[in-house]
């Protein structure tokens, strides 16, 4: 998506979602994307996850004991992931899809991040919390980076944007005033 997006920066949707200060951006974080990876994967911890968190795979439900517990199902793309990057799915998808306000989106982080460290606390883990913030922002990067993916999207108006605004929970003009965000 990469060499579409910088061929279709006069189009005018893809230059409100990728003005040229964050398309310049991508594209230098593209060029690094080898050492940016290298650090994801080479250099931080791994552990196990479900990799697919979401609305769609998570539920709340209370336990025969009367404790509220979360329930993962659709383990299909479960692997091994760096520290942090489980958590990026979850909030990233979380405000793309318009699940959560977007204005509170630091709060979302905040709490997600923290939930998350609890987490890997309960299960033994007694690492330094810096490690799984680099690993969820960097992520966070390669994630933003397959945004360009959607080029074709964002210019094919017919074709995919009612359907689009559909699956982010409104109009297609709200669901680039979000990505104009997330950036």
């Known amino acids: 998506g990469i060499d579409e997006l910088r061929q279709s920066l006069s189009h005018p949707i893809v230059c409100q979602v990728f003005p040229m200060p964050i398309s310049s951006s991508m594209f230098r974080l593209w060029d690094r994307r080898e050492i940016l990876l290298g650090n994801i994967y080479d250099r931080l911890p791994q552990t196990f996850g479900h990799l697919d968190p979401g609305h769609h795979n998570l539920f709340s439900r209370r336990n025969s004991v009367g404790v509220d ?10 692997g091994i992931g760096a520290l942090g990057e489980e958590l990026v799915r979850l909030v990233t998808n979380s405000l793309f899809f318009r699940l959560f306000p977007i204005d509170k989106a630091q709060e979302l982080d905040e709490v997600a991040f923290t939930g998350y460290i609890d987490g890997l606390r309960d299960a033994g883990w007694q690492g330094d919390p810096r490690q799984v913030r680099y690993g969820y922002v960097a992520v966070s990067i390669t994630r933003a980076l397959r945004l360009a993916r959607l ?15 559909k699956k982010v929970n409104g109009s297609f003009e709200e669901m680039i005033a979000s990505c104009r965000k997330l950036m």
Do not use: K, N, S
Not at 70 to 77: C, F, G, K, Y
Not at 152 to 165: K, P, S
């Open 69 to 78: 517990e979360t329930v993962a199902i659709d383990w299909e793309l479960a």
């Open 151 to 165: 080029v074709r999207v964002f210019q094919d108006e017919d074709r995919y944007h009612a359907w689009l605004g």
